[in-house]
């Protein structure tokens, strides 16, 4: 546990161990949310909430982070104001091989097949 | 479509490109769906409702299994007065290749983890 004054407000996050299956995968079954985790699966692991152009309220996508970081999809920390999220890539290829990489490829597949794959 | 007098009930399903990827997931991100998916892989595509011991009401079971049917998760068919299960594995796969397979092999490192792997 590091503790600095920059990340003295820390979020609570499920520890590895505490990462269920189920919640995982509500996590990623709603629209949104799977759009931010292919955005961070592209794009890297230090984006800012505000940095998602989602077509919802500002407290509707607070909730979608929140629901991704309980679910231990994500791990967001603070960076002054602002929250940056990233991928628990390893935590998930630990506990469940293959799991995240076979999600997002079905919803690259399905994106394109929708012909929104841009 | 075939019609005959021990199928003529027959209940809704999505056809394949109806099967949408966030569907599919929130159907499995329940303990009870997912453990009636698992035992559909493992036993084979024709059981019965009845067939599973689940921890519910009658009706709570036929709204999981409704779940997963609406979502394109599993198939159900009238043989008489039972309701016969299959999973849709040949859909699944044809629109998301591999992502049953990593769910399922997810969930058994999970319930193996867990010590209910039997």
New interface residues.
């Given amino acids: 546990m590091t503790s600095t004054a920059a990340t003295s407000r820390e979020l609570p996050h499920p520890e590895r161990d505490e990462i269920?299956?189920?919640?995982v995968?509500?996590a990623?079954?709603?629209?949104l949310r799977?759009q931010i985790v292919r955005e961070l699966a592209t794009d890297g692991d230090e984006l800012s909430c505000s940095a998602f152009d989602l077509p919802v309220t500002k407290s509707t996508t607070t909730h979608h982070f929140r629901v991704l970081r309980e679910s231990g999809v994500i791990r967001q920390v603070y960076r002054g104001t602002a929250k940056l999220n990233g991928l628990r890539r390893d935590d998930l290829e630990d506990?469940?091989?293959?799991?995240l990489?076979?999600?997002l490829?079905?919803?690259e597949?399905?994106a394109v097949g929708l012909g929104d794959g841009g």
């Fill in positions: 269920r299956l189920e919640g995968l509500h990623l079954s709603d629209p799977l506990l469940f091989p293959g799991l990489d076979s999600v490829a079905a919803a597949r399905q």
